[in-house]
């Protein structure tokens, strides 16, 4: 092995395989299993929340596409928000979910993802009590 080469198989192993021993723990995971979401974000603690339990899901879209994440589910309990993200794999779960929903307008979400600007687009927010 020449120098080049094990410099180039040093600086690989200290600068990317650490990095690639860590990333899971650096970024935040969604996972849905029936009707619960789990989401653990870096140093807390895991939360769940169920999707009957939600009071508001809709669509965040931003300026930074298309090589950046630039739609998102925005689901929404008491002051809990939860941003997904699109190409992650739940967010294609969730829209079947989603469409379970009774009054789930998906208009909104058409409207979101045709769009290239900074907007929300609600698509579903839960009827008060005795409404």
């Known amino acids: 092995m020449t120098s080049k080469q094990m410099e180039e198989w ?11 021993l860590i990333a899971p723990y650096l970024r935040t995971n969604y996972w849905l299993s029936g009707q619960a979401i ?16 939600l009071d508001e899901i809709g669509v965040e879209t931003t300026d930074q596409g298309p090589f950046v994440e630039d ?7 008491g002051e809990l928000c939860i941003r997904i993200g699109d190409p992650h794999p739940i967010f294609k779960m969730l829209m079947d979910r989603f469409g379970l929903l009774e009054g789930f ?26 409404a």
């Open 38 to 53: 789990t989401i653990k974000r870096p140093f807390r603690k895991s939360v769940s929340v169920s999707i009957d339990e």
């Open 71 to 77: 739609v998102f589910w925005i689901l929404k309990r």
């Open 10 to 20: 040093f600086s690989e192993w200290l600068l990317f395989k650490p990095l690639g």
């Open 105 to 130: 307008d998906w208009q909104p979400f058409v409207d979101a993802m045709s769009c290239s600007d900074n907007r929300y687009f609600m698509c579903w927010r839960r009827l008060p009590e005795g």
